[in-house]
């Protein structure tokens, strides 16, 4: 096909094998027989699984997997798998961990698995009225909820409350009705959905509204994870480390600017654990930002303080909808290995872990932050990046990124002199 005749528009793509879909786009883009041998290496995912998790697919992307050591969490050690294309993310959390170790690492704890799912209600002449109609059927809208996931209610699960809200918007008066869920052991979405997608034509009917969008919240605020942590002020470098840290988080804690960065800093760790474990990094992100804003003003999500006894106390409070079933969770062969090395019996006790781990990354980014800039830490790693960028190989890797660390500049040109200098010896 040349580039005249190229049309993204294919119809019935997914129908196609994935061998059949991968010359098509290597026809579209002019692949190499090497680069589509590429992908149609899927590695240790099974392509078939790969083929049903999502549509249309031409291959795999690998990242890798690095495990965090030194976490010492509620009185357990723990490996945690993180997945991550970022170096000295993996690095960060040791260190955290390692600092406080000896301090009895880190507390967690958790609101509950509950998720909220919303039915919108619109053209509502009297929306108190309809407001007070919906709450008094509290009982049957139980019942029409756990009729739908009869797992989930011997599980334990299942409808637990309801709230139902008056939302003043551009388009009139809505009244939205929370269902608020107990998914156990799963991050809920397919299951508070289907319940929602069930309940809105009663609802329509008891209020003679009409309603439209039936689906879950990932603003899970009902579902926070919560870690604590205190590192003692010598083990971290004395009283000025802590006091640069403090300062740094009050800057976060005051400027969105700084926050977006410093709760990213969190989110490399909590997403790196999420994905691992074949959860959905994209619902704990929504989940993080928009309780990081629910006061009005996008804050930090970690709270840092100075102790009586001057050591520096950290906490991290978000919400964290994860699961241990559903989704990729047990399709994917990497997230079973990743949740058999955490050893974790339910959900929540992912949660708590990946809260730990967020806290964790936090320390050390407002540690490097405070005391020697994050570049130093992250020099080293960034080198081998740079090195492999420039085209070294195998041993060459670690010797190009040495060099450049040496010198204190991490340019691709210079790793490719140096890389030049080497192969010529
Ligand atoms: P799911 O529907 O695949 O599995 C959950 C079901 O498993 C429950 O409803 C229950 O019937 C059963 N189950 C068996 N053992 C259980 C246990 N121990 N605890 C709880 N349930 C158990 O998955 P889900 O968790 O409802 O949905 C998660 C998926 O939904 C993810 O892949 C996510 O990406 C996707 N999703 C997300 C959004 C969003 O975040 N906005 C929207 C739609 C879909």
């Known amino acids: 096909?040349?580039?005249?005749?190229?049309?993204?528009?294919?119809?019935?793509?997914?129908?196609?094998?994935?061998?059949?879909?991968?010359?098509?786009?290597?026809?579209?883009?002019?692949?190499?027989?090497?680069?589509?041998?590429?992908?149609?290496?899927?590695?240790?995912?099974?392509?078939?699984?790969?083929?049903?998790?999502?549509?249309?697919v031409i291959g795999t992307m690998n990242i890798p997997v690095g495990v965090a050591t030194n976490m010492l969490i509620d009185g357990k050690d723990?490996?945690?798998?993180?997945?991550?294309?970022?170096?000295?993310?993996?690095?960060?959390?040791?260190?955290?961990?390692?600092?406080?170790?000896?301090?009895?690492?880190?507390?967690?704890?958790?609101?509950?698995?509950?998720?909220?799912?919303?039915?919108?209600l619109v053209d509502i002449a009297d929306p108190q009225h309809a407001r007070i109609k919906i709450l008094e059927r509290r009982d049957e809208i139980k019942a029409i909820c756990d009729?739908?996931?009869?797992?989930?209610?011997?599980?334990?699960?299942?409808?637990r409350d309801?709230?139902?809200?008056?939302?003043?918007?551009?388009?009139?008066?809505?009244?939205?009705?929370?269902l608020i869920?107990?998914?156990?052991?799963?991050?809920?979405?397919?299951?508070?959905?289907?319940?929602?997608?069930?309940?809105?034509?009663?609802?329509?009917?008891?209020?003679?509204?009409?309603?439209?969008?039936r689906i879950l919240s990932n603003l899970a605020?009902?579902?926070?994870?919560?870690?604590?942590c205190v590192w003692k002020a010598e083990a971290i470098g004395g009283a000025e480390v802590r006091d640069g840290m403090l300062a740094a988080y009050h800057f976060a804690e005051a400027d969105p600017y700084r926050a977006a960065t410093h709760n990213k800093g969190i989110m490399n760790g909590v997403s790196a654990v999420v994905l691992a474990t074949g959860n959905d990094t994209r619902a704990v992100e929504s989940g993080a930002h928009a309780y990081g804003a629910r006061l009005g003003r996008y804050s930090s999500l970690t709270h840092w303080e100075r102790t009586a006894e001057g050591d520096l106390a950290g906490i991290l409070e978000m919400p964290m909808a994860v699961?241990?079933?559903?989704?990729?969770?047990?399709?994917?062969?990497?997230?079973?290995?990743?949740?058999?090395?955490?050893?974790?019996?339910?959900?929540?006790?992912?949660a708590r872990i990946i809260a730990a781990v967020g806290l964790a990354q936090n320390f050390s980014a407002l540690k490097a932050l405070a005391t020697t800039g994050i570049q130093k830490g992250h020099m080293a790693l960034h080198a081998q990046n740079i090195a492999m960028m420039a085209g070294a190989l195998g041993?060459?890797?670690e010797i190009v990124a040495r060099a450049l660390v040496a010198q204190g500049k991490v340019r691709v040109d210079l790793a490719e002199a140096e890389l030049a200098k080497l192969r010529s010896k």
Request: proline share 2%.
């Open 78 to 120: 723990r490996l945690v798998p993180m997945a991550t294309e970022e170096s000295s993310v993996v690095a960060a959390v040791c260190n955290a961990a390692r600092q406080c170790y000896d301090n009895g690492g880190f507390i967690t704890s958790m609101s509950g698995p509950l998720m909220i799912a919303q039915v919108q």
């Open 147 to 159: 009729e739908c996931d009869p797992i989930l209610v011997k599980l334990g699960g299942g409808f």
């Open 221 to 228: 605020d009902r579902r926070l994870a919560r870690a604590r």
């Open 162 to 178: 309801l709230e139902v809200r008056i939302i003043a918007t551009r388009g009139g008066d809505m009244v939205i009705t929370h």
């Open 395 to 397: 041993d060459e890797i």
């Open 323 to 350: 699961g241990l079933i559903g989704g990729a969770t047990k399709l994917h062969p990497t997230a079973k290995v990743a949740l058999k090395i955490l050893s974790v019996q339910s959900a929540e006790e992912l």
């Open 181 to 213: 869920v107990d998914t156990r052991d799963a991050m809920g979405a397919n299951a508070v959905n289907t319940m929602a997608e069930k309940l809105a034509p009663y609802i329509a009917a008891w209020t003679g509204g009409r309603t439209y969008l």
């Open 1 to 56: 096909m040349d580039g005249k005749n190229r049309s993204s528009r294919i119809s019935g793509l997914h129908k196609k094998s994935i061998r059949e879909r991968i010359e098509l786009v290597g026809a579209f883009a002019g692949l190499d027989a090497a680069e589509m041998d590429h992908l149609a290496n899927t590695g240790n995912l099974d392509e078939h699984v790969a083929d049903h998790l999502i549509e249309n």
